[in-house]
């Protein structure tokens, strides 16, 4: 069995972590991508091996440089959010075809220095850049497939983070925002 039949869902969803790291001034982690004008949090595939607590700890090692002893988990969405891929980057000829992700999404605490964020610490990079921003914002700023995802996990995750850091709260969607 290949990784890929191993990780897409009968239904074409592809099992994936997000990862929404925070400071103590509830700021979010906001990377961009290599090559890229595209910024998101943390994301990737869990491996057939692994749970999503195992596939959320090895994204945040190459993905971010931090290990477990670096952060505090916070919480995880209570199921799997999905979010469809555009046409354009559904790849037909791949099988099983992938229409799209199933995440759990972590939020995470950053207890150690911000100078432990280190992107270069894996093999091949995701992000060349990264930056702190406001907890809600990446709900505007990430690509417009995946807003109603994000703002999906972030309204979830809100609750959890309240008693630990202090965000303020988004009261429009993702659809009635772009109105």
């Known amino acids: 069995m290949s990784l890929v039949e191993a990780t897409i869902d009968p239904q074409g969803y592809r099992a994936n972590v997000g990862i929404v790291l925070l400071n103590d001034q509830g700021q979010s982690f906001w990377g961009r991508r290599i090559g890229m004008s595209a910024w998101q949090f943390p994301q990737g595939g869990i491996n057939p091996d692994e749970t999503p607590q195992q596939a959320m700890y090895r994204e945040l090692r190459e993905e971010v440089g931090l290990l477990p002893e670096h952060v505090e988990i916070i919480g995880c969405t209570r199921s799997w959010l999905r979010y469809r891929l555009p046409k354009r980057y559904i790849r037909h000829s791949q099988s099983p075809v992938c229409i799209g992700q199933k995440q759990r999404w972590f939020v995470l605490r950053l207890a150690a220095e911000e100078h432990r964020v280190d992107l270069q610490s894996a093999d091949e990079p ?14 505007q700023l990430v690509v417009p497939f995946k807003r109603e995802v994000y703002y999906r996990a972030l309204s979830e995750l809100a609750p959890l983070v309240a008693g630990c850091v202090h965000i303020a709260r988004l009261t429009a969607t993702p659809s009635q925002q772009t109105r």
């Open 126 to 139: 995701e992000f060349d850049q990264w930056r702190w921003i406001d907890y809600w914002d990446p709900v």
